[in-house]
């Protein structure tokens, strides 16, 4: 798009340049960590899954194991693979299986002892990895054999029965209806779960649980609906809380197209610890930068606890930390898709005018992103002719502005859960006006110095300013003070508190991680 804003280049390089500088202390913070969620990620790299007869995930019991005998300090592969070599176990799952009985000891190996368990550790480790990035290459083929969306925004639907044999079909005919992506949203509560459900599951609550055999068949079933539709159909789901690392990974395994992963969500909405949060994000979007995954991050949710005209600049500063973070992590441009949404009060004189200027303002600041841009939901009343009528102003404002991502509204949105038909009838509306004004990013100018752009203007102006207060300051960490005083979406979350605390570990000297390592370096053995 043509820069329709006139922002000062001056200004949006402040901006940028202020982001990494808040966000710089929070990256070394999370290079100084680790937590019981990333060291049983790299397990489930090496090959260990399953869970026993309660359905507690064998790498939560190893991992559990390994911390209460000689620490997670050092990371969690030197004392595996060194009982490995010792003989306590023939493989992983065994020695998983000895360790939740108590029958296995391990220790921190030293000299020749360690080089050969961290040389076995980074082995097997090195198998996920290249899973994963068989599974990017398997992705690159399907879509330059089916074919992608024609139009952009991409159309994405979430579908939330609670069982995966029902979201399939419900799936496969949405996008048959025109969706080109799929979110199947997690089972109430999930995120707070600190272990990762095992198998099919058929009982979730307002969502499906995400766990790696769900991903594995609900990716084949739409599959076989890319090929029959001629375009490849993204599938996507949720790494966020705390078995964030993990979740990232199983998606890499099963080849996730995207995931929502936002750098505050989880702290703010599901008061999960901040160091917490930010140690295990970095790891899960090292992941998905190997697996080409687009995140989808969740700066829409504080304009439903904020006020959306007073917050946001709040947007514009999430977005512009959860770019710093991604970058940081690997990620590339047409890998973000920023969040941000339609929650004006429609009663409110010129909302419309107010949210172009928003969505502009996130267009012009990130061009080569595929925004993700979400729909009325705070102001929806239950008057289903008045929510349809917003939502045909939301999909408006997507067209004239070029998002890349545009979230089906629902009429009956926090009424009830949507009927099949009600979902028709949202693909109806966002149908109808991308193709009667999905051509208006060519004509769309806002006047010179008019409302629009004013407006822009200000509350880049507002987003910079708050910047300036959570910019690095030797020994502190100003933006988990910014968080803990409740500048984002209302939020107190200190970083002395939260759930998940209990799991983070300060890495000592020696720490040894082949992932880690294998995700910074691009190295595959």
């Not at 068989?134 to 579908?159: C, F, M, S, T």
Request: hydrophobic residues 40%.
């Amino acid at each position: 798009m043509k820069p329709l804003l006139d922002l000062d280049p001056a200004d949006v390089r402040r901006a940028r340049a202020l982001a990494r500088k808040a966000g710089r202390p929070v990256v070394k913070l999370a290079q100084s960590h680790t937590t019981v969620s990333v060291e049983r990620a790299t397990l489930r790299l090496a090959g260990l899954s399953g869970a026993d007869h309660e359905r507690v995930p064998w790498v939560n019991h190893l991992v559990d194991a390994v911390r209460g005998e000689v620490g997670l300090e050092h990371g969690i592969t030197t004392p595996v693979f060194d009982a490995l070599r010792r003989g306590e176990a023939p493989d992983l799952l065994t020695l998983a299986q000895k360790a939740a009985s108590g029958s296995v000891q391990f220790r921190l190996p030293e000299g020749k002892a360690a080089t050969a368990a961290a040389k076995d550790a980074r082995r097997e480790v090195s198998r996920g990895i290249r899973t994963i990035d068989k599974q990017r290459a398997n992705r690159d083929r399907l879509v330059k054999r089916h074919g992608d969306p024609e139009q952009r925004p991409w159309i994405y639907l979430i579908v939330a029965t609670g069982d995966i044999y029902e979201d399939i079909p419900q799936a496969q005919n949405a996008a048959r209806e025109g969706a080109d992506i799929i979110a199947v949203i997690r089972s109430t509560g999930q995120s707070l779960l600190d272990y990762v459900p095992e198998g099919a599951t058929r009982e979730g609550y307002a969502g499906t649980y995400a766990t790696q055999e769900n991903f594995r068949l609900m990716r084949a079933a739409l599959d076989e609906t890319s090929k029959e539709l001629g375009r490849y159909i993204r599938l996507t789901n949720y790494a966020s809380g705390l078995c964030m690392p993990e979740i990232a990974t199983l998606a890499g395994l099963e080849r996730l197209d995207m995931m929502l992963n936002d750098s505050m969500y989880g702290i703010l909405f599901r008061d999960i610890n901040p160091i917490r949060t930010f140690v295990d994000q970095r790891f899960s979007r090292q992941i998905h930068a190997r697996a080409g995954i687009i995140i989808n991050t969740g700066e829409d949710n504080y304009l439903t606890t904020a006020d959306a005209v007073e917050a946001a600049h709040t947007v514009t500063v999430s977005q512009l930390l959860n770019e710093y973070f991604a970058k940081e992590a690997g990620l590339e441009d047409w890998q973000l898709g920023l969040g941000h949404a339609f929650e004006i009060n429609p009663e409110i004189p010129d909302s419309f005018r107010m949210e172009l200027a928003h969505a502009l303002l996130a267009r012009q600041l990130f061009p080569d992103a595929p925004l993700k841009w979400m729909p009325p939901t705070k102001h929806m009343t239950g008057d289903v002719f008045r929510g349809y009528l917003l939502d045909g102003f939301f999909n408006l404002v997507g067209a004239m502005t070029g998002q890349g991502i545009l979230l089906v509204g629902m009429m009956t949105e926090a009424v009830v859960t949507p009927f099949l038909s009600d979902r028709d009838l949202a693909l109806q509306n966002v149908r109808y006006v991308l193709n009667a004004a999905g051509g208006l990013t060519e004509d769309f100018h806002p006047p010179r110095d008019g409302f629009i752009q004013n407006r822009a203007r200000g509350v880049l102006g507002e987003a910079i300013g708050l910047l300036e207060q959570i910019t690095d300051e030797p020994g502190r960490a100003p933006l988990l003070e910014a968080i803990a005083d409740g500048t984002f979406g209302l939020m107190k979350r200190p970083a002395n508190a939260g759930k998940g605390l209990d799991g983070v570990v300060v890495r000592a000297d020696g720490y040894d991680n082949p992932a880690t390592t294998l995700l910074e370096t691009g190295e595959t053995r």
